[in-house]
């Protein structure tokens, strides 16, 4: 008699953190024994290194593993996973349960391979699967609350617990003794769990530079606007170093140096939480661990305070009435409102102070009578039209993990989209028009530094709140502005593309199509 074949299964791997050197081939080890027992042969594996089983949404190995699952066109015939936290430490056990039953209702059960219980269905292992997604989700809490402890136990000896220097400042890297080791550049990080880190003076041009800052401020009297344009005047700039995206100085980077405690030598943590990889949220001044003394300061507490005082007189001691005021004056001298006018004008407060307290520049302008609604309905559609594109420029790349890229040559360049060893794809929204009595079309407008490139063509619905459909395009071969209807005879130029599943597939049928 022929031996029965060997059933064709998939195995997901996952480690929470790059510490766990050898986790991914010890689950790897454990379920190869598992598959052999049972006549399973592994033929395809999904993996997640250094990720938390907290949320879907950074997995990209078991996204590719539902997705393909979802789709029917995955080969195998089971998923081995090593134990229940493997598959998620998800905070709603439902969570968990509900991408196992994706895969269940597919036809392809999960095994959990170093787990007492068979994940047959039965009463005991479903009462068992229950408790193990409870204690994986319990025990991401319990860590969450010993590690947070330990922050805040470390913050208050002033030991540094993340993120960038600031300008003017670097990170040094203590030995558990306190002896100074060496600085840590951009991006860099301890690899001793008992090494500190502190900061410490940078450059004497930067530290010197932080201090004049404070000069033109208090003695000068320049605002905070004013002394950035001064500085760029100057031709300094932010250190690459700990600013990289950023090449000249604006109001947000001046009023960060001015505000921050830290350039007094106070240390500050706890200013906000996002406890298990939910939404950020702002803790009141009595929750932070603030201790002084912990750095050298750049100023002294005394100047800091001083420069706190005058940035209080000029914005946060004025209402909102006060603001409003303002704007009402300005426009009464200019005839106009601009943000580079609120911007230039000393006495005003900044574009941001307005976004802060009335929701934005336009919810100011319409409560001292300026302009009509109709002024900023445009504005409002590229917004919206602009958070649409770059949700699905992060889908796309979500979908081929390794395989696309999101690239920006410069800072006046549009974000496109880079297929390796490939071409790079332009993304153009196209938005809904009323041509005729009952027509829909849509109006195209082409980015002329993109006109050559291969084109993913996404036309809004009639709400625009979501894609009516996808075309691939050898190009965009116009230069201004037009209009197409539903089955434009422009658009056979190209592929319409079912899913965004199968963007690969459909470029390289096109730019083939456009070869031949």
Same mark, same amino acid.
């Given at each position: 008699?022929?031996?029965?074949?060997?059933?064709?299964?998939?195995?997901?791997?996952?480690?929470?953190?790059?510490?766990?050197?050898?986790?991914?081939?010890?689950?790897?080890?454990?379920?190869?024994?598992?598959?052999?027992?049972?006549?399973?042969?592994?033929?395809?594996?999904?993996?997640?290194?250094?990720?938390?089983?907290?949320?879907?949404?950074?997995? =990209?190995?078991?996204?590719?593993?539902?997705?393909?699952?979802?789709?029917? =066109?995955?080969?195998?015939?089971?998923?081995?996973?090593?134990? #229940?936290?493997?598959?998620?430490?998800?905070?709603? =056990?439902?969570?968990?349960?509900?991408?196992?039953?994706?895969?269940?209702?597919?036809?392809?059960?999960?095994?959990?391979?170093?787990?007492?219980?068979?994940?047959?269905?039965?009463?005991?292992?479903?009462?068992?699967?229950?408790?193990? $997604?409870?204690?994986?989700?319990?025990?991401?809490?319990?860590?969450?609350?010993?590690?947070?402890?330990?922050?805040?136990?470390?913050?208050?000896?002033?030991?540094?617990?993340?993120?960038?220097?600031?300008?003017?400042?670097?990170?040094?890297?203590?030995?558990?003794?306190?002896?100074?080791?060496?600085?840590?550049?951009?991006?860099?990080?301890?690899?001793?769990?008992?090494?500190?880190?502190?900061?410490?003076?940078?450059?004497?041009?930067?530290?010197?530079?932080?201090?004049?800052?404070?000069?033109?401020?208090?003695?000068?009297?320049?605002?905070?606007?004013?002394?950035?344009?001064?500085?760029?005047?100057?031709?300094?700039?932010?250190?690459?170093?700990?600013?990289?995206?950023?090449?000249?100085?604006? !109001?947000?980077?001046?009023?960060?140096?001015?505000?921050?405690?830290?350039?007094?030598?106070?240390?500050?943590?706890?200013?906000? =939480?996002?406890?298990?990889?939910?939404?950020?949220?702002?803790?009141?001044?009595?929750? *932070?661990?603030?201790?002084?003394?912990?750095?050298?300061?750049?100023?002294?507490?005394?100047?800091?305070?001083?420069?706190?005082?005058?940035?209080?007189?000029?914005?946060?001691?004025?209402?909102?009435?006060?603001?409003?005021?303002?704007?009402?004056?300005?426009?009464?001298?200019?005839?106009?409102?601009?943000?580079?006018?609120?911007?230039?004008? *000393?006495?005003?407060?900044?574009?941001?102070? !307005?976004?802060?307290?009335?929701?934005?520049?336009?919810?100011?302008?319409?409560?001292?009578? !300026?302009?009509?609604?109709?002024?900023?309905?445009?504005?409002?559609?590229?917004?919206?039209?602009?958070?649409?594109?770059?949700?699905?420029?992060?889908?796309?790349?979500?979908?081929?993990?390794?395989?696309?890229?999101?690239?920006?040559?410069?800072?006046?360049?549009?974000?496109?989209?880079?297929?390796?060893?490939?071409?790079? #794809?332009?993304?153009?929204?196209? $938005?809904? #028009?009323?041509?005729?009595?009952?027509?829909?079309? *849509?109006?195209?407008?082409?980015?002329?530094?993109?006109? $050559?490139?291969?084109?993913?063509?996404?036309?809004?619905?009639?709400?625009?709140?979501?894609?009516?459909?996808?075309?691939?395009?050898?190009?965009?071969?116009?230069?201004?502005?037009?209009?197409?209807?539903?089955?434009?005879? *422009?658009?056979?130029?190209?592929?319409?593309?079912?899913?965004?599943?199968?963007?690969?597939?459909?470029?390289?049928?096109?730019?083939?199509?456009?070869?031949?």
């Amino acid at each position: 008699m022929a031996e029965n074949p060997l059933v064709p299964v998939a195995q997901y791997l996952r480690m929470s953190t790059e510490h766990q050197q050898y986790s991914l081939e010890n689950q790897s080890s454990a379920m190869q024994k598992y598959a052999e027992s049972q006549g399973f042969v592994i033929v395809q594996t999904y993996s997640d290194a250094a990720r938390s089983g907290l949320v879907l949404r950074r997995r =990209t190995g078991l996204r590719q593993l539902l997705q393909d699952v979802v789709a029917g =066109t995955s080969a195998h015939k089971a998923i081995l996973v090593y134990d #229940v936290s493997r598959w998620g430490r998800f905070q709603d =056990t439902d969570e968990s349960a509900h991408y196992e039953f994706l895969c269940k209702s597919a036809g392809i059960p999960v095994h959990y391979c170093a787990e007492t219980f068979a994940n047959d269905g039965s009463l005991p292992s479903l009462i068992m699967k229950a408790l193990k $997604r409870t204690m994986a989700g319990e025990y991401s809490r319990e860590l969450s609350v010993k590690v947070l402890a330990g922050q805040k136990r470390l913050a208050a000896h002033g030991f540094k617990q993340g993120g960038v220097p600031g300008y003017g400042l670097r990170r040094m890297l203590l030995a558990s003794n306190g002896t100074p080791k060496q600085l840590l550049a951009s991006g860099e990080r301890k690899s001793i769990a008992t090494d500190r880190v502190i900061l410490v003076h940078g450059p004497a041009i930067e530290v010197e530079c932080v201090r004049e800052m404070y000069r033109m401020l208090i003695e000068g009297g320049l605002s905070v606007s004013e002394i950035a344009r001064e500085l760029n005047r100057r031709g300094i700039r932010p250190s690459s170093e700990v600013c990289r995206s950023q090449a000249t100085w604006n !109001y947000q980077s001046i009023y960060q140096v001015l505000t921050n405690l830290k350039y007094a030598g106070i240390h500050v943590f706890g200013r906000s =939480t996002q406890k298990l990889s939910t939404p950020t949220v702002r803790l009141p001044k009595s929750e *932070w661990v603030i201790t002084s003394g912990a750095f050298e300061p750049i100023v002294e507490p005394q100047i800091f305070d001083r420069a706190q005082q005058v940035l209080r007189s000029r914005t946060f001691n004025k209402s909102n009435q006060e603001l409003l005021d303002d704007l009402r004056s300005l426009l009464a001298a200019e005839g106009q409102l601009t943000v580079r006018l609120i911007e230039h004008s *000393w006495d005003m407060a900044s574009p941001s102070t !307005y976004k802060h307290r009335f929701g934005s520049l336009q919810e100011a302008y319409k409560l001292i009578g !300026y302009g009509r609604p109709e002024s900023f309905r445009n504005s409002e559609v590229r917004r919206r039209s602009q958070a649409l594109r770059d949700e699905l420029l992060s889908e796309i790349v979500s979908l081929y993990p390794g395989e696309i890229a999101i690239i920006r040559p410069g800072r006046k360049w549009r974000p496109r989209l880079q297929i390796r060893k490939g071409p790079v #794809v332009s993304v153009l929204l196209a $938005r809904p #028009v009323r041509i005729a009595k009952a027509a829909l079309g *849509w109006l195209v407008d082409p980015a002329r530094r993109e006109s $050559r490139s291969v084109t993913l063509l996404a036309r809004l619905d009639k709400a625009k709140s979501g894609f009516y459909d996808f075309h691939i395009l050898p190009n965009i071969d116009r230069k201004r502005r037009f209009c197409i209807k539903s089955t434009d005879e *422009w658009l056979r130029r190209g592929q319409r593309l079912p899913r965004l599943s199968d963007l690969l597939h459909v470029v390289d049928q096109v730019r083939a199509f456009r070869r031949g």
